[in-house]
C-alpha cells in the first residue's frame, strides 16, 4: 500500500488514477489492539493467581469424559486463546500483536479486525484438534499467526514479495521455531496461519469486487462457525 493523506492506495490504483482501494483516517487509535492486549494481560494475572484457572479454560479434545471440547466445552475453542503458561509467552505474544494489530486494525477496520481475530484464533483450535486433541493448549499464538498470514496476503496482492518486505524471514523463523522446540503447537500456529490467510483473501476479494465490508464479516464468521464445528466434530472423532 502506499499511504496517502485520505488512506491507503494501491499502486495499481497510484499508477491509473483510479479510486482508493483501503481508506482510513489520517491518525488512528488502535483500540481493539490495545483492548485485546489489556484482555490478554488481565487474564494472565487472573490465572497466576488461580490453580484450576488454566485447566478449566484451556484447550483440550477431551479426557476420560470427564472435561474437554468433546465433553460439551466448547467455549474452551476460544477461552485457549486468551490464556499464557508463562509471563514471557504472554510478552511474546503480545508485542507480535502490538506490531501487527494497528496495521490491520486501520487497513481492515476494527469489525473486520475483530473477526479475523476471531476467526484465526478458531483455525489455531482447529489445527490442534487436528494435530494433536489431546494435548493441553494455551496461548493466543493462534490468532497472531492469523494476523500473519493477512498481511502476507495483503502483501501479495499488491505485488510485495514477502522476502524482500521482511515479513517472510521473521514468518519462516517463527515456522523454525514452531517445529524446532519442544512442546509449542505445531496444530496451533498452521491452523491460525491458514485460517487468517483465508480471511484476509475473503476481505480484499470483498474490496476489489465492491461489495459491502459487513458481506465480506459476515462470510468470514461463517467461516468461522464452520471450524468450529469442525473442531467439535475432530474432538469426538479423533483423526
Not at 468433546?70 to 507480535?96: C, P, Q, V
Not at 499467526?145 to 496476503?153: D, I, M, T
Not at 517445529?179 to 480471511?199: C, Q
Not at 461489495?211 to 468450529?228: C, K
Request: proline share 4%.
Amino acid at each position: 500500500m502506499k499511504q496517502a493523506s485520505v488512506g491507503f492506495h494501491c499502486p495499481e490504483c497510484v499508477k491509473g488514477g483510479k479510486q482508493q482501494v483501503f481508506r482510513g483516517p489520517v491518525t488512528f487509535d488502535p483500540i481493539v489492539t490495545k483492548i485485546l492486549i489489556g484482555i490478554n494481560a488481565v487474564i494472565y494475572l487472573v490465572s497466576a493467581n488461580s490453580v484450576s484457572f488454566l485447566s478449566d479454560y484451556g484447550l483440550i479434545g477431551g479426557f476420560e469424559g470427564r472435561f474437554g471440547v468433546a465433553d460439551g466445552e466448547y467455549e474452551r475453542l476460544l477461552t485457549s486463546g486468551f490464556l499464557h503458561a508463562s509471563i514471557f509467552h504472554l510478552a511474546f505474544n503480545m508485542y507480535a500483536l502490538w506490531i501487527l494489530g494497528p496495521q490491520l486494525e486501520r487497513v481492515f477496520d476494527r469489525p473486520r479486525f475483530i473477526g479475523l481475530y476471531v476467526v484465526s484464533m478458531l483455525g489455531g483450535s482447529t489445527g490442534v484438534m487436528i494435530l494433536d486433541p489431546d494435548a493441553f493448549t494455551v496461548g493466543a499464538s493462534g490468532a497472531i499467526f492469523g494476523l500473519f498470514g493477512a498481511v502476507a496476503v495483503i502483501q501479495r496482492s499488491m505485488g510485495i514479495n514477502i522476502w524482500s518486505s521482511g515479513l517472510g524471514p521473521i514468518l519462516g523463523l517463527n515456522l523454525l521455531i514452531t517445529f524446532a522446540v519442544p512442546r509449542i503447537s505445531v496444530g496451533g500456529h498452521l491452523g491460525g496461519l491458514v485460517a487468517g490467510a483465508i480471511v484476509g483473501a475473503l476481505y480484499i476479494a470483498a474490496v476489489r469486487a465492491k461489495q459491502s465490508e459487513w458481506l465480506a464479516l459476515g462470510i468470514s464468521l461463517a467461516f468461522g462457525a464452520s471450524l468450529a464445528f469442525a473442531s467439535i466434530q475432530l474432538a469426538l472423532n479423533p483423526l
